[in-house]
């Protein structure tokens, strides 16, 4: 599915790349501090295989890689919300 992540403005990686056990998994020094978080979200698009199809858009607040190391919670403040409902689910 696609998400909506916001983003450091520093290095453009996700917000969670700047919190505590991501920060060891990079070699980006920015990563390796607060960064400068963008409140607003961006759309990041995802697709399912095996035809590479585009997913739609999980919803705020919702698990996304669930079942993986890579589990996250996704963000369900009010600006992730807005932007959800002027994209849509689907």
Do not use: K
């Amino acid at each position: 599915m696609s998400v909506l992540l916001h983003v450091c403005r520093g290095c453009r990686h996700r917000e969670t790349s700047h919190h505590g056990g991501d920060r060891g998994y990079t070699a980006c020094a920015c990563c390796r501090g607060a960064g400068d978080i963008d409140p607003e979200p961006v759309l990041v698009q995802t697709w399912a295989f095996p035809d590479w199809e585009p997913e739609t858009l999980y919803r705020p607040g919702s698990p996304w890689n669930a079942g993986t190391s890579h589990r996250l919670e996704l963000c369900a403040c009010s600006r992730c919300f807005s932007r959800f409902t002027e994209l849509g689910p689907g």
